[in-house]
């Protein structure tokens, strides 16, 4: 299995904003062969219950909450970004919010610093989906590619339902501005983006797995190593509390609820069974832990 670390450093961002300070956390695993995996964060989402209740019964969805510890009135989602170290390769896993989201995420710059890390180092992106926090941070404030130096990747799939100029209006009205950004980003990349399909082996030891619902071409990734493997499961399981309590509930945040259940249980049953490291995007700890399961009820473990 891989080893775990962890540290904190402070973000002096957050007190900038006018908040108090918090912390950001950065987990790493190790997979042998000067192979290396760490979770880095962009922050947190500000998001109200009913992001989360949606069209569910809201008292059974409190009673999650409740149970979780989850701040009453209002949800607190990590962000995670994974970073990848292997041989020459710095490789990137989604590009954070920047700051044009949230003003409580797009703290990616600072974490990546903290690591010891330039943004010209990067030089691979790889995009679990198209969502704001995961695709925004990719362009700067003049709109100028902020991995300058790196190849960046996304899903065929993925990438053609955000490039296409009818997706804006079939799309739910409050996430219009979701594929308005997207498109606009997506092209602004050009031919820095390439493209990848269900199966493909991106790179060594990085191949990509199919996890649509949460978007239409939603990717996942198995990442191996000589001594271990772990799965980043982007947002295809989207919390810790309600989509491991609950995983047949269907979800707010997909796209498509009925497929997204579809591709949580199966993920779920998948690394409960084998007992394999996993990255969240939003799950708690830094991201990194391991899928448990107790009958019908899922749990994360972060130690």
Request: proline letters at 6%.
């Amino acid at each position: 299995m891989p080893n775990r670390r962890s540290f904190l450093a402070t973000s002096a961002a957050f007190a900038a904003l006018g908040a108090a300070p918090r912390l950001w956390a950065a987990t790493e695993a190790d997979l042998g062969a000067s192979r290396s995996v760490t979770t880095l964060s962009d922050g947190h989402l500000t998001l109200p219950e009913s992001f989360v209740i949606g069209d569910l019964d809201p008292a059974a969805v409190k009673r999650i909450l409740d149970a979780a510890g989850t701040q009453a009135g209002g949800m607190e989602p990590p962000c995670n970004l994974t970073l990848m170290r292997h041989e020459d390769a710095l490789v990137l896993f989604d590009a954070g919010s920047g700051h044009a989201f949230m003003p409580t995420a797009g703290k990616l710059m600072e974490a990546l610093d903290a690591a010891g890390v330039a943004a010209d180092d990067i030089t691979h992106v790889i995009f679990t989906h198209g969502h704001p926090d995961h695709l925004w941070g990719v362009l700067d404030d003049f709109d100028e590619p902020v991995f300058a130096n790196a190849q960046h990747l996304m899903g065929a799939a993925e990438r053609a339902y955000w490039s296409d100029p009818e997706t804006v209006n079939t799309i739910a009205p409050e996430r219009q501005s979701f594929a308005a950004g997207a498109q606009r980003r997506i092209e602004l990349l050009g031919d820095r983006l390439a493209s990848f399909d269900d199966g493909e082996t991106i790179l060594p030891g990085i191949a990509a797995v199919a996890t649509p619902g949460h978007t239409p071409g939603h990717m996942s990734f198995e990442l191996s190593g000589d001594d271990g493997r772990v799965f980043l499961i982007g947002d295809a399981i989207g919390n810790a509390h309600v989509a491991l309590a609950q995983p047949s509930w269907h979800a707010p945040a997909d796209q498509d609820p009925k497929l997204g259940v579809k591709t949580r249980l199966a993920l779920l049953e998948r690394l409960a069974e084998d007992g394999t490291t996993a990255i969240g995007f939003h799950l708690p700890g830094g991201g990194i832990g391991r899928i448990t399961r107790d009958g019908d009820v899922f749990g994360w473990d972060a130690g």
